[in-house]
């Protein structure tokens, strides 16, 4: 049961243009959306967070959007660089689950191109 | 500080053959889970432990998968009987804290296990 879409699957972008990656999810008692950044033949890392109560957060060239109504969310990566070249997870949480349900995306490749 | 380890790195075992995965979590971090990723896949959620009792053990695929944890901290995840299709990257994760504020899960670099 996949309770967050992930899209595109890959991605290849050009260095110094824009990377967009996003999200669905089902269950409205969502209240904590992260995103994972992975390279290969490492473990996922938190990359960036946001919760429902604010629309969008930045971070450096990191930003995520948030569209409550809509259920969805995306990361946008501003002037991509190649060390930005990862696996990228959206995820989704609750405290209804207690913590112990963190639903991720099937993952999106992105190529940032030289 | 230390991260999140896991043993061994790649482990390569034949069908047939039983596996233990070993994950030693961040210190203090009473939460600690399990995924799987397939190659190009996303992560699998298997197991969560709060402390030593593990309150979810929906994800485990089969009855051939079982995980204990210890002294609320070393992990280690069994796997009896391997088949080909257990052939993954096993992510183990630890956090502070199963709280509203405290959601952010640390990985692990993972185990390979390569089923031939």
């Known amino acids: 049961q996949q309770q967050v879409k992930q899209s595109p699957q890959s991605l290849i972008v050009q260095k110094g243009g824009i990377s967009i990656i996003n999200c669905a999810y089902e269950?409205?008692?969502?209240?904590?959306f992260p995103w994972y950044q992975q390279f290969p033949g490492k473990g996922p890392a938190l990359l960036i967070a946001?919760?429902?109560?604010?629309s969008e957060k930045k971070e450096g060239r990191f930003t995520i959007s948030f569209n409550k109504s809509a259920k969805q969310f995306s990361l946008h990566i501003m002037d991509s660089q190649p060390g930005d070249s990862a696996t990228y997870f959206c995820?989704?949480?609750?405290?209804?689950?207690?913590?112990?349900?963190?639903?991720f995306g099937a993952g999106t490749r992105l190529t940032v191109k030289p | 500080g230390a991260g999140v380890s896991q043993s061994p790195s790649n482990k390569v075992t034949e069908k047939g053959k039983d596996v233990e995965l070993r994950c030693d979590p961040i210190?203090?971090?009473?939460?600690l889970y399990w995924y799987r990723q397939s190659l190009g896949q996303g992560l699998e959620f298997l197991i969560y432990?709060?402390?030593?009792?593990?309150?979810?053990k929906s994800g485990l695929p089969s009855d051939r998968f079982s995980a204990e944890r210890t002294g609320g901290s070393v992990s280690t995840l069994t796997i009896q009987r391997t088949q080909q299709e257990d052939s993954a990257v096993y992510l183990c994760?630890?956090?502070?804290?199963?709280?509203?504020?405290?959601?952010?899960?640390?990985f692990g670099p993972g185990t390979r296990l390569t089923v031939t």
């Open positions: 269950n409205t008692a969502f209240d904590y």
């Open positions: 995820a989704a949480t609750t405290a209804e689950y207690n913590n112990n349900d963190m639903r």
């Open positions: 210190s203090g971090h009473t939460a």
């Open positions: 432990f709060q402390g030593n009792s593990a309150p979810d």
């Open positions: 994760a630890s956090s502070l804290a199963s709280t509203r504020d405290t959601y952010e899960q640390y």
């Open positions: 946001i919760r429902p109560d604010v």
